[in-house]
């Protein structure tokens, strides 16, 4: 599995190399083009090869200056945001410096979510990210960062040269509003136009713009949306035995049971009493679609087992992982009431049998739990998943649909832990529900959830609302923070030369100052890149020894 995963990283790779240099080619004849430049069109090069496209245009710099009309407002607004841009700037640095640590002390196996195709926050080719909820998100926020920066530029009286979108592969990646570079930088015969304070400003703006739309946006999705959500009852495919009948017959763990023989099934005694011995047809939705499956055999109910403890009673016994127990010393086991409830007459050292959903039985040695008292039952060594109905192979469980929105809301009430967690929610998902990330309400999450309250009459087309929320919310915060880092070209690379610098002009002359402030930034700009370049190859070195 290891091996498959690298190799599909590498042949992602190739892809890309081989579709950068066909487009590369492409873009050398519009490299030195005066014609095309002077259409507003040219291309940009990194380490001499052609790999963007700059479509600019002057239309709309009208619009700018009309924005920017209360100008006492936006340098307000600016000004008191510069602390917040300060702060997230630590915090990412430290979480980046986090991460890599961890990757150099513990190189993680290759996988999707460290795939480089998902290292990339782009719509379509990272598969964590919806294409269309994706790419409309990053617009709003690549509009919304940009008209930032152009209309604070126009506040303090810096000229906008332009304004575009940038594009790599045909696909638009970035836009942009270009300020006259010398009225807010200087240069070596010119000194810039506007001060440190107003440059820091002007160069805050956008991520300053995009945290309040993510704020605006997330409080949303967790306030009114979230809270008329409601749970649907349904069963969901949690396991598939391999070589069972069921895995035959196409089931896959997520599906979603619908119906069973034409009639509802909404909790597991239903399921049960439904199924009979006989073959059944089930209705299932799985990633969109909905089909007719049959399965075999009789039902058979009791508690699913999720694990095995190492060194327990269970493993001695041979008692495998992925089974319903079903029966302890010949007496039912229906749910985890009666688990426990026979569990707790039993005793350390005594054998009991476990007879698992497929028939076999095995002679299980108790042993004492842990800090238990002297009249507490024996301990067999398991992880326990919850009731269960196994049938042909396949594992079925009630949706924990509940659990799943309890968790949804406390992450807003979570601290800085929650606000970490919610940056990872795409990629992490919400445990033991949606482990493979989680893109928003879409799919078979739709089957499990209802609008209700006064979302109800916006039916199935409430949840695009919820998911258009979540999407700008998470892409304008996770862009906004990314910006923040002190490494040039981003935004905060300039802020935070123009703060150590500023700083160092209080304790040294200005040209020391500024000597030691191009060593400062040189030195956390090498130290982010190489941060990411460390996060993006260390899952390929995860045999090396450090």
């Known amino acids: 599995m290891d091996l498959q995963l690298q190799l599909d990283s590498v042949d992602w790779l190739l892809i890309a190399a081989a579709l950068i240099g066909l487009y590369s080619i492409l873009l050398l004849p519009l490299k030195n083009s005066e014609i095309w430049r002077s259409r507003g069109i040219s291309v940009g090069s990194v380490l001499g090869i052609p790999l963007a496209m700059f479509f600019r245009t002057t239309r709309g710099l009208d619009l700018l200056d009309r924005l920017a009309r209360p100008k006492s407002f936006w340098r307000l607004v600016a000004s008191a945001g510069i602390p917040l841009v300060v702060l997230s700037m630590t915090y990412f640095l430290l979480l980046v410096l986090a991460m890599t640590y961890y990757m150099i002390q513990e190189p993680p196996l290759p996988s999707s979510l460290n795939a480089p195709r998902n290292i990339l926050l782009i719509p379509g080719l990272n598969e964590y990210i919806p294409f269309v909820w994706g790419w409309i998100a990053l617009f709003v926020t690549m509009l919304v960062h940009e008209f930032a920066h152009g209309i604070l530029s126009r506040v303090e009286g810096v000229r906008v040269k332009s304004m575009g979108i940038v594009a790599v592969l045909f696909a638009p990646i ?84 619908l119906d069973v023989n034409g009639a509802e099934a909404r909790n597991l005694e239903q399921f049960y009493s439904g199924l009979g011995s006989s073959t059944a047809s089930m209705r299932m939705l799985y990633e969109d679609r909905e089909q007719i499956l049959p399965l075999f055999g009789p039902p058979a109910r009791g508690i699913m087992v999720a694990s095995i403890f190492k060194g327990s009673p269970a493993e001695a016994a041979g008692l495998p992982a992925r089974c319903l127990i079903t029966r302890i010393d010949g007496k039912e086991i229906v749910n985890l009431v009666g688990f426990r409830k026979q569990m707790n007459t039993t005793r350390p050292g005594q054998i009991i049998a476990i007879t698992a959903g497929e028939g076999n039985t095995y002679q299980v040695n108790l042993t004492a739990k842990e800090a238990a008292s002297e009249d507490s039952g024996g301990f067999i060594g398991i992880g326990i998943s919850g009731n269960a109905v196994l049938s042909g192979g396949a594992f079925f469980q009630e949706a924990p649909a509940r659990q799943f929105l309890q968790v949804l809301k406390a992450i807003p009430g979570g601290g800085m832990q929650g606000f970490t967690y919610m940056l990872s929610l795409p990629f992490a998902g919400i445990p033991g529900f949606t482990q493979k990330g989680f893109p928003g309400f879409s799919g078979w999450l739709t089957s499990v959830f209802e609008p209700s309250g006064w979302a109800e009459p916006l039916g199935s087309k409430f949840f695009w609302i919820a998911n258009l929320l979540l999407w700008i919310g998470w892409i304008n915060l996770y862009a906004g923070l990314f910006n923040c880092l002190p490494a040039v070209p981003l935004d905060g690379g300039h802020i935070f030369r123009d703060l150590v610098q500023s700083g160092f002009e209080r304790i040294v002359r200005p040209q020391e100052a500024e000597r030691y402030t191009k060593t400062t930034v040189a030195i956390l700009t090498w130290l982010v890149l190489t941060s990411l370049l460390i996060e993006l190859i260390a899952p390929f070195t995860h045999w090396l020894t450090i």
């Open 174 to 257: 970035a836009a942009f509003v270009e300020p006259d570079e010398e009225e807010l930088f200087g240069s070596k015969d010119k000194p810039a136009k506007v001060n440190k304070g107003a440059r820091i400003r002007i160069l805050s703006a956008g991520v300053i713009s995009n945290f309040i739309v993510a704020a605006v946006a997330m409080a949303l999705f967790f306030g009114p949306v979230i809270g008329s959500i409601s749970p649907v009852d349904r069963l969901i495919v949690v396991d598939v035995q391999d070589g069972s009948a069921a895995e035959k017959a196409g089931f896959e763990s997520g599906m979603v049971l």
